[in-house]
C-alpha cells in the first residue's frame, strides 16, 4: 500500500544519509577517525544522553536492554536497520505515559512542604531508577521541588510588585499629575498565600504535561536526528547533521528571509513585508 511505500522511501532514504555522513566524517573531517565499534561506543552514550538527558525516564534495566546497540551504531548507519532508534523510542514513549499518570495522581494531592528532602539534579551524580516504585518518587520529588521553586518566584514577582506600588503611590501624592503613567497587575498583589500556592501548582503541572505531550509528539526522523549527531558528536561538538526541515530553519534564520510561498519575505523590525513576487507564483 501507500503507506508501505513510503516507510521503504523513508528507510533507502535514510539509509542513503547514512553512508554519505559516515564517508563525509571519514574522508573530510579534521580529525582522522573511523565510524568503527570503539567510535560506536562512545556514540552509544552521547545517544542515551540525547534521549534521556536528565536520566529522568530510563529505567536501569531499559539501559541494559539496549546495551546490546553499543558497538553496532557503526553498523546500523550504513545497513539502515535503525533497531536502536525504534527500540529506544518504544521504551521511552512508555515511560512517558507512566510519567504523565503520575503527574495526574501527585497534581490531586497535596505537598507536604515541612518534610525535609533531597534531590540530585546533576545527572552526572544521579542514577538510573531500578523500580516503578523508585520512578514514581523520583517524579514527586521533581514535581514539589519545580512548585516550591515557582511559588518562591511569584512571592519574590508579588514583593517587587508591592515595592512598585508604593513608590508609585508616593509620587502621586508629591506630583501634581492625578494619572498615573504606568498600571500595577492588580491580580498578583490581591492573591493570598494559599491562591499563590495553588497558581504555582497550576503553573506547573500545565507545564509537565505540555513537556510530555511535546516529547510524545517526537517521531522517527527526531530519533535519527539524534543518532546521527550522536556519531558525529564524537568527531567534534560543531560537527551535525541537519535534517531538511530543521536546514530550512536555519538557512531562514542565518538569511532573514523564507521563500517558497510564491514571494519573498522578508523581517523588518517586528513586520514581515514581501521583498519580491516569483515569477510564476
Request: a positive charge; zero cysteines.
Amino acid at each position: 500500500g501507500i503507506s508501505d511505500s513510503f516507510a521503504l522511501l523513508k528507510d533507502k532514504k535514510s539509509l542513503l544519509v547514512g553512508n554519505v555522513l559516515k564517508n563525509y566524517l571519514e574522508s573530510y573531517h579534521y580529525r582522522s577517525l573511523s565510524v568503527n565499534d570503539d567510535l560506536s561506543n562512545k556514540a552509544f552514550k552521547e545517544f542515551v544522553k540525547r534521549v534521556d538527558y536528565g536520566k529522568q525516564f530510563y529505567f536501569q534495566d531499559d539501559l541494559k536492554k539496549l546495551e546490546k546497540y553499543n558497538s553496532k551504531m557503526d553498523d546500523q548507519m550504513v545497513n539502515g536497520n535503525h533497531s536502536l532508534i525504534i527500540e529506544s523510542r518504544n521504551i521511552l514513549m512508555s515511560r512517558i505515559k507512566q510519567a504523565e499518570e503520575i503527574r495526574k495522581e501527585i497534581f490531586g494531592k497535596k505537598f507536604d512542604f515541612t518534610i525535609k528532602e533531597n534531590l540530585e539534579l546533576d545527572p552526572e551524580k544521579k542514577n538510573y531508577v531500578n523500580s516503578v516504585k523508585e520512578f514514581k518518587d523520583h517524579w514527586r520529588k521533581i514535581f514539589k521541588q519545580s512548585v516550591l521553586t515557582r511559588y518562591l518566584s511569584l512571592l519574590e514577582e508579588k514583593k517587587n510588585l508591592e515595592n512598585e506600588k508604593s513608590k508609585k503611590e508616593k509620587k502621586k501624592l508629591s506630583s501634581k499629575n492625578k494619572e498615573a503613567k504606568h498600571k500595577i497587575d492588580l491580580g498578583l498583589l490581591k492573591m493570598s498565600d494559599k491562591e499563590l500556592r495553588e497558581k504555582a501548582k497550576g503553573s506547573i503541572s500545565k507545564k509537565y504535561k505540555n513537556l510530555f505531550s511535546r516529547i510524545l509528539k517526537e517521531d522517527y526522523d527526531d530519533y535519527l536526528e539524534k543518532f546521527f549527531n550522536s556519531i558525529s558528536n564524537i568527531f567534534d561538538p560543531h560537527t551535525s547533521y541537519l535534517p531538511p526541515k530543521k536546514k530550512e530553519d536555519f538557512d531562514i534564520d542565518i538569511s532573514g528571509s523564507l521563500e517558497g510561498i510564491g514571494a519573498v519575505l522578508q523581517e523588518e523590525g517586528s513586520f514581515i513585508k514581501v521583498v519580491k513576487i516569483v515569477p510564476g507564483g
